[in-house]
Nanobody
Framework: QVQLVESGGSLVQAGGSLRLSCAASGGTFGSYTMGWFRQAPGKEREFVAAIRRSGGIVDYADSVKGRFTISRDNAKNTGYLQMNSLKPEDTAVYYC??????????????????WGQGTQVTVSS
């Protein structure tokens, strides 16, 4: 059983930055692909970014490419999502998740095995 706890969500003005963290316990974090997803009010949860277990492969949704950076520190069992140039449309609950079996960085939510409880990011205009 893997437990994931997100933190770092907050209220920020448009153009600002935030760094989300995802602390993992109960497993071997360095063996898992990690992904970030988000769900805005009234919308379905969507892919944001993913990073392979070793960090060698990353993928981003087009809407965040060039603004967000996913990273991980396997020694600390923690993943990160650095979000710059935030826009009001980035407002959502952000979730981290881990995929125990993939070798890449999948976008498919169904491939992820464990999820955190989410952290709220609100971007004001």
């Amino acid at each position: 059983q893997v437990q994931l706890v997100e933190s770092g969500g907050s209220l920020v003005q448009a153009g600002g930055s935030l760094r989300l963290s995802c602390a993992a316990s109960g497993g071997t974090f360095g063996s898992y692909t990690m992904g970030w997803f988000r769900q805005a009010p009234g919308k379905e949860r969507e892919f944001v970014a993913a990073i392979r277990r070793s960090g060698g492969i990353v993928d981003y949704a087009d809407s965040v490419k060039g603004r967000f950076t996913i990273s991980r520190d396997n020694a600390k069992n923690t993943g990160y999502l650095q979000m710059n140039s935030l826009k009001p449309e980035d407002t959502a609950v952000y979730y981290c998740a881990v995929d125990l079996g993939s070798f890449g960085a999948p976008r498919d939510q169904g491939q992820y095995d464990y999820w955190g409880q989410g952290t709220q990011v609100t971007v004001s205009s």
